[in-house]
């Protein structure tokens, strides 16, 4: 009796590994699925198409809601499609659901700034260089976030820093001239 009962116990146990085994395939190819989706997707913005990148990050967001990655993707891909209002929302997801990732804070920025709402940019884009000082894109953002508030020399001064974090590259040339050009720009424009 205990043999056929250690016999049982043992197929059950079989049955349950079997079970364990599909269920951690399945989530692999899950995972692969996912994981393609928004290579495809990134690839795409890469490429310039961000309305081909939102496409395929709809269904991604929705069944995931709960991942970052996917709404600061799908966020870019709104801010790229010249629809800032609605990349808000998404980048405002993604900041919550990782608050110390400066990647979403500095997006988030970016798209507040494209929509005209230059106090709330400036908070993100504040926090972005806060949490990750060494990012020569962001500052180039909250430079001209500043700019936009009417802060010549703060504009100045985060531009010159852009300039040198990214020294001998474009970005670094890009904050070079909007440093020289862009501070009679930004006093001119708040007169």
């Known amino acids: 009796m205990r043999l056929g009962f250690a016999a049982g116990g043992a197929a059950a146990v079989g049955v349950a590994a079997a079970v364990v085994l599909a269920i951690t395939t399945l989530s692999g190819i899950d995972r692969w699925f996912f994981d393609r989706r928004l290579d495809h997707a990134t690839r795409s913005l890469a490429a310039g198409d961000a309305r081909a990148a939102a496409r395929v990050l709809l269904p991604v967001v929705a069944e995931r809601p709960g991942d970052p990655v996917t709404h600061y993707y799908l966020g870019l891909a709104y801010i790229r499609s010249g629809l800032p209002s609605v990349a808000i929302g998404q980048l405002s ?22 929509d005209g709402r230059v106090d709330e940019a400036l908070a993100q884009l504040r926090e972005a260089v806060r949490l990750r000082p060494a990012s020569a894109d962001v500052r180039v953002l909250l430079g001209l976030a500043l700019c936009r508030a009417g802060d010549a020399a703060g504009m100045k001064q985060e531009l010159h820093a852009a300039a040198r974090m990214a020294a001998g590259e474009p970005l670094g040339e890009l904050a070079r001239q909007l440093s020289e050009s862009g501070q009679r720009v930004c006093v001119a424009g708040h007169r």
């Open 93 to 114: 997801e993604a900041a919550r659901l990782e608050p110390r990732d400066a990647r979403m804070r500095g997006a988030l920025g970016e798209a507040l700034l494209d």
